[in-house]
């Protein structure tokens, strides 16, 4: 079973676009975080959230809660954007949220 | 510099060696995780620890061994490691408050092992 789900998988943008990436899970939870994973393999931490927006200079999360969903944005789309944009959730088991499921990452080119 | 540090960053073995990779944070962090990721999988989580002493399985941890003896290392041992285990190896440390529970996580800088 898959409890998060990310779209697109894959996204080709232009320079300059608006880009948006969603996340949609079917748990509750407290909080989503979105990752960023560099070409060069190395992960990021872009935003941890878990309620409204959170903006970030061109980069914007937001999260509904009740809808279980959450957005990334970004707008005037640069090519060093271009990298894999992940979310992931915490399960509470037994009060620990140490147990982390992963989307599988929506890849982003951004061309110039 | 606050850094969580992985070593080795490539490791090439055979079937049945034990082998270790380290992972070390200084930013004072309780909560710890190990992380493989496969292409078509993406990120799964091998083991956690919520803190010195405590640790607890995440989704795939057949065949890993941890131990958190101390706060700033989280060594993940493989005891005899198998082909189906070649992955890319993340590790990752937050603090773990008693409001949220969740804080921002900070990647080492992974770990490519190949077993043949």
């Known amino acids: 079973k898959n409890e998060v789900e990310q779209s697109p998988q894959n996204l080709t943008a232009q320079e300059g676009e608006f880009i948006t990436i969603n996340c949609s899970y079917s748990?509750?939870?407290?909080?989503l975080h979105w990752l960023q994973q560099h070409p060069g393999g190395g992960i990021v931490s872009l935003f941890m959230?878990?309620?409204g927006k959170k903006k970030h200079g061109r980069l914007i999360a937001t999260i509904n809660i009740q809808e279980k969903h959450s957005s990334l944005h970004i707008t005037a789309s640069h090519p060093r954007d271009s990298a894999v944009y992940i979310c992931?959730?915490?399960?509470?088991?037994?009060?620990?949220?140490?147990?982390?499921?992963f989307g599988k990452g929506t890849k982003l080119s951004v061309k110039p | 510099e606050a850094q969580v540090t992985q070593n080795p960053r490539y490791l090439i073995t055979v079937t049945g060696k034990k082998l270790t990779v380290t992972c070390s944070q200084n930013?004072?962090?309780?909560?710890m995780s190990w992380y493989r990721q496969d292409p078509g999988l993406g990120l799964r989580q091998i083991y956690y620890?919520?803190?010195?002493?405590?640790?607890d399985k995440g989704d795939v941890p057949e065949g890993y061994k941890v131990s958190r003896k101390e706060k700033r290392n989280f060594p993940l041992i493989l005891e005899s490691p198998s082909p189906n285990q070649t992955s890319l190896y993340f590790c990752?440390?937050?603090?773990?408050?008693?409001?949220?529970?969740?804080?921002?996580?900070?990647f080492g800088n992974g770990t490519r092992l190949t077993v043949t």
């Open positions: 959230l878990s309620s």
């Open positions: 992931a959730i915490p399960l509470n088991y037994g009060g620990s949220q140490g147990n982390l499921i």
């Open positions: 930013m004072n962090h309780e909560y």
């Open positions: 620890s919520m803190n010195v002493e405590v640790t």
């Open positions: 990752a440390s937050s603090f773990r408050d008693r409001a949220s529970y969740n804080s921002p996580l900070h």
């Open positions: 748990v509750g939870i407290s909080a």
